[in-house]
């Protein structure tokens, strides 16, 4: 199998990357390309999980 076929492996393996890079000493906060890596990985493998149906929808609340 491969990870096209198992978008939740991929997503899996994307977001062990952003932990591997934060364990690595990657600065969450700072602006260099590894963060951004980080950021995007966490982007992407949110995408592939899709909806959590367990999550109730979120409301605004405005003064």
Known sequence: MTY???PQR???LL???????EDAGVN???SSSSRH???DARS???ELEGPDERRKP???VGF
């Open 4 to 6: 096209a076929d198992d």
């Open 10 to 12: 991929l997503a899996r």
């Open 15 to 21: 977001r062990d990357l952003a932990r591997a890079l």
């Open 28 to 30: 969450p906060s700072g």
């Open 37 to 39: 890596l980080m950021d």
């Open 44 to 46: 992407a493998a949110r």
């Open 58 to 60: 979120g409301r605004v």
